[in-house]
């Protein structure tokens, strides 16, 4: 046995001395008046219903009343309450989710994301999975489940870190329903914020019930955008929109039989990063203040569209469950590239024989993603000794990445010819297709009261073929073309011991992948460019416990774990040309603890924390990232710390009110991989440590709700994403400027919310 296997038995016996106390994340209880409140947490985790306190690996719930609670309106808001979460962010609707600090960069996701039996976004690096992971609207959901550690075995592909699925209310046919909320905020140096939302849930007979909510989010912008001198030009650039709208109808014709069609419809309308000019080396503002040089606004227009048809029929001893889905991801942007194309025309206007360019430029850039997805699942419905489950998936998508580089006249964006004598340098058009076919299976053995093994394997097959047709004096008119084809099997073991009805101790095995790819390689390539990348994978080693006392006062669920990563897919330079490889390996030691604390009626106190001790075990090509054996892998801090204490009272006449707070600590972070800084710098980019306080306060007269809040009370300025200060050598910002994307300045919101 292994030391680091022998450590986390240690532990784990600890732990067990702990078997008066039971089921973790008590601080979802419903009712924060009523400690002992017998409220159990209902999660799908393993795709069929069960406590919290059954499931052998580590899952964070947020309920719908700690997302209204806590003004959680987008993922960056719950990152509070899920220990080893991270999102990298610069563009509202668009984000890099990192869960246990299993992340190099790259454009293919580690997390999944499923929103009810929903699979969301792409599972190939050829549709810009990582970045298009989604950011919905969170008012009206049942719940959020963050399940970490890799979930290959019933999730399937780009699940390395873990899974966040989106639960959301189903029609109800015994009640209509409706609810209704409005808020504003103000920002600090910034424009003001207004938000709408509304629930209406009808039953049209005994067996049919129609629910739907709609969103409106207009968010004020708090970056300037400057002249190149420092000199204000517009104020608030970085405003945006979002607006949707999710929809289903239920049909129960009798116990057996349910059918439900839903619908999600979204729109992010960006009209500028949340980017921060600074100085490359110490992270601050370049100028003082939160600005960004812009010659070109830019924007980002993403759309979402997702339908789904689940069917499940009772058989008796278990239940079929059928779920087919399709959805749309559209992403049009635009990106200010004018100080970049100008340094790449200084240098290749001379080899060229080419003039110097004459006006500003952006790029044009479309991203377009449609997937079918067909799962079909028999699950035994228990009662025995073995609970199994069984079943077969198939996803079939087809994406798009169209992009432009073009010239325009400063002010008026008027197109002109000025890149016409590069033939459209920079242009690039790359249809890509995936698919992929999958059959996987789950059982648990009850070994009495008090032994479970829980065990499962999945067998995928998928290929994946591109073209890529480019342009410019550096382009390839030709189409160039690439196929490629993975075989993985995934598998989970996960034994548990019930140390009594309210406290558990679990060990868990896991291994999750990412698929590989093809590349798009010229004709006459030297040999060791590689045509294909293949897959890479995790193997997750995990021991937790999870309990809380018989009256519910005291709760925890902590883990340990360690994941081994291998293949790891990189963007390299062979012989010059880009390409993604195979590269390094990295293993991440970790610890991760939820607990909550009930000393008095209405008073709960919470804290999340982890440690994440994530780095490369392996050295990468210099050419390609100069990362070395040793280094922390990026935007993987070694700590955070989340600390919230929340009192309601009883003021009377049913009304009751409530106080709270929460503290959130980020430790130091590596930025991205970039050689060229390393070459500058001497080091990668080091992201200082910052914390970020919040205050709520609400009162709740049954029918309505009155609340006001604080985020970011000591307008802290920490950092949620390092780009780079230059490509292939050259800078992309004025005045050699780097760019980092910022948490909201402090921000005080008011909201009311009535029911009916």
């Known amino acids: 046995m292994s030391n680091n296997l022998q450590t986390l038995l240690v532990i784990s016996t600890a732990l067990a001395t702990l078997g008066s106390v039971d089921g973790a994340l008590a601080q979802q209880a419903p009712d924060r008046l009523d400690a002992n409140s017998d409220s159990t947490i209902i999660v799908t985790a393993q795709k069929r219903q069960q406590t919290l306190i059954d499931v052998a690996q580590s899952v ?54 499923y929103i009810d039996e929903t699979p969301f976004g792409s599972s190939s690096g050829l549709a810009n999975g990582a970045e298009l992971a989604g950011d919905f609207d969170t008012f009206d959901l049942s719940r959020i489940e963050v399940l970490r550690g890799p979930q290959g ?51 049209l007979s005994d067996t049919l019930a129609f629910r739907a909510s709609g969103s409106y989010r207009k968010q004020g912008g708090f970056i300037d955008s400057i002249g190149t001198a420092g000199s204000d030009v517009q104020k608030n650039i970085n ?8 929809a289903s109808l239920q049909w129960t014709p009798n116990t057996t039989l349910k059918v439900r069609a839903s619908a999600l419809v979204q729109d992010i309308k960006v009209d500028a990063p949340t980017r921060v000019e600074v100085d490359p080396v110490t992270l601050q503002p370049l100028y003082g203040g939160l600005t960004q040089a812009q010659y070109v606004p830019s924007f980002s227009n993403v759309r979402y569209r997702l339908y789904n048809l689940l069917v499940e029929k009772d058989l008796g001893a278990a239940t079929i469950t059928s779920s087919t889905s399709y959805g749309e991801q559209l992403q049009r942007r635009r990106d200010d590239q004018t100080v970049w194309i100008n340094n790449v025309v200084s240098v290749l206007g001379p080899v060229f024989g ?58 008026t964006l008027t197109l002109q010819p000025y890149l016409a004598e590069f033939g459209g340098i920079g242009n690039a058009n790359q249809p890509s297709k995936y698919e992929e076919y999958a059959g996987f299976a789950n059982a648990t053995l009850h070994f009495g009261e008090h032994i479970d093994l829980d065990f499962g394997g999945r067998y995928s097959h998928n290929s994946q073929s591109t073209s890529q047709t480019g342009g410019g004096v550096l382009g390839a008119p030709d189409p160039l073309s690439g196929s490629s084809s993975d075989n993985v099997f995934t598998y989970s073991v996960a034994p548990k011991y019930k140390l009594s009805d309210r406290a558990s101790l679990y060990a868990r095995v896991a291994r999750g992948y990412r698929p590989g ?24 080693y995990e021991v937790g416990f999870k309990g809380e006392t018989v009256d519910r006062t005291f709760g925890i669920d902590a883990a340990v774990y360690r994941i081994d990563w291998t293949d790891i897919q990189l963007y390299g330079v062979v012989n010059n040309y880009g390409v993604n490889i195979n590269g390094s390996t990295a293993r991440v030691n970790g610890a991760e603890v939820t607990a909550t604390l009930r000393p008095v009626r209405g008073f709960v106190t919470a804290i999340n924390a982890a440690y994440t001790d994530a780095v490369l075990t392996g050295d990468t ?52 991989y970039d050689p060229a800084y390393l070459a500058t710098v001497g080091r990668f980019a080091r992201i200082p440590a910052y914390e970020q306080v919040d ?7 049954g029918r309505y709700n009155l609340q006001a809040y604080v985020k970011n009370l000591t307008n802290a300025r920490g950092v949620t994403a390092v780009l780079n200060p230059t490509s292939s050598g050259l800078a992309n910002y004025p005045n050699d400027a780097g760019a980092v994307g910022i948490i909201r300045p402090r921000t005080i919101g008011l909201s009311v919310t009535a029911g009916f």
Not at 695 to 701: E, G, T
């Open 60 to 113: 964070s719930v947020l309920s719908a009343d700690t997302l209204e609670n806590q003004s959680v309106n987008t993922i960056a808001d719950f990152l509070n309450a899920v220990p080893s979460l991270q999102l990298v962010q610069s563009t509202p609707g668009q984000g890099r989710i990192i869960l246990r600090g299993v992340n190099t960069g790259g454009v293919a996701s580690t997390v999944a994301v």
């Open 153 to 203: 075995t019933l999730y399937g592909a780009s699940s390395l870190g873990g899974l966040v699925k989106y639960v959301t209310n189903a029609p109800d046919a015994t009640k209509f329903a409706g609810r209704a909320r409005a808020n504003v905020e103000f920002t600090d140096g910034g424009a003001m914020s207004y938000q709408g939302n509304a629930m209406i849930n009808v039953p």
């Open 239 to 246: 405003d945006f929109q979002s607006y949707g709208v999710r």
């Open 354 to 411: 080419l003039p110097p360019l004459d006006g500003d430029v952006y790029q044009a850039q479309i991203t377009d993603n449609k997937k079918w997805t067909q799962e079909v699942r028999l699950a035994s419905n228990g009662g025995g000794m073995l609970d199994w489950l069984v079943g077969g998936y198939y996803t079939h998508e087809k994406a798009l990445i169209d992009q432009q580089i073009l010239a325009v006249d400063p002010g």
């Open 517 to 540: 790819g093809p590349n798009t390689i010229p004709p006459g390539a030297p040999s060791n460019v590689p045509l294909t990348f293949g897959p890479d994978r995790v193997t997750s």
């Open 621 to 672: 090509d210099p050419q390609s990232l100069g990362a070395v054996d040793g280094d922390r892998l990026p935007f993987s801090p070694k700590y955070t710390v989340s600390m919230s204490a929340d009192y309601d009272w009883d003021i009377g006449n049913d009304v009751v009110a409530s106080v709270g707070g929460t503290i959130r600590s980020v430790g130091e972070q590596t930025g991205p």
């Open 695 to 701: 205050l709520r306060a609400s009162i709740d007269f």
